[in-house]
C-alpha cells in the first residue's frame, strides 16, 4: 500500500479512511490527530496549514506546536516529506498560530448564532450562578479584578461538590477577537452554553492552547485531562 510506502503523508481526507494517528514528521512519534497539524501544498507551490484536515491533496503531518514547525521550516522537512521543492514561509509558525485563532473565532461565531453564547459581566455572572455554563471566557487583555470574581465562581461551584472546578475557563483570544467573533464591542467576559457548536468551539481552543504551549510539559497534560 501506498501508505507503507511513503509513511510521512497521507493520501488525502477524500481518499483514506479518517486515522485516529498519525507520525510527525519532525519527531517521527505516532501521535494522535488531535496533537498534531496536517500541512499539504497549495497550487501555488506553498505549504499551508490544513486546520480543519478537509484540503484536497496529500497532507504531511508535525506535532501541534510552535517550536516543531519552526523545526520542520529550519530542517526542510516539508521538502523532504513531500518529495519535491515546495516554498515554505519563514513565517510559518506565526502563520499557523493566525489560522488557528481564525478557527477558533470562527467557531465563537457559530456558537454565539446558535444561542450558545452570553456575555457581559452581568450576564455571565447569571448564568454561572444558574449552572448553565459549559466555559468561561476571558479577553486574555481583560482586566484582572473582573476575571478573579468570575473565577471565584467556577471555584465556588466545585467547593459546594466536594471538587476540583468542572468548568474550563478559557483565555487564548484577546478583547478585540472576542468583539469580532460576537459582533460587539469591549466584550471582556462571556459563557459559553451547552451544545454542539461549543463542543466545536473548545475542541478548536485547545488546539491553539496545546500549539502555544504544548513544549511546557505541564499545560499539555492539562490540555489532554480538559478533553477528557
Known sequence: MLAQADPDLDDGPRTQKSATTRMCAVSR????IDELIRFVVAPTGEVIPDIKRKLPGRGLWVSASRRSVAEAVRRHQ???GFKRDVRVA????????TLLVRSVTEALAMAAKAGQVVSGFGKVEDALNRNETAALIHASDGAADGIRKLDAIVGQRGEKRGESPVIPVVNVLTSEELDLALGRSNVIHAALLAGPASKTFLSRCQMLVRYRMADDDKTAEAARNSRA
Open 29 to 32: 512519534e505516532v501521535r494522535p
Open 90 to 97: 519563514p513565517t510559518l509558525p506565526t502563520d499557523t498560530d
Open 78 to 80: 516539508f521538502s523532504k
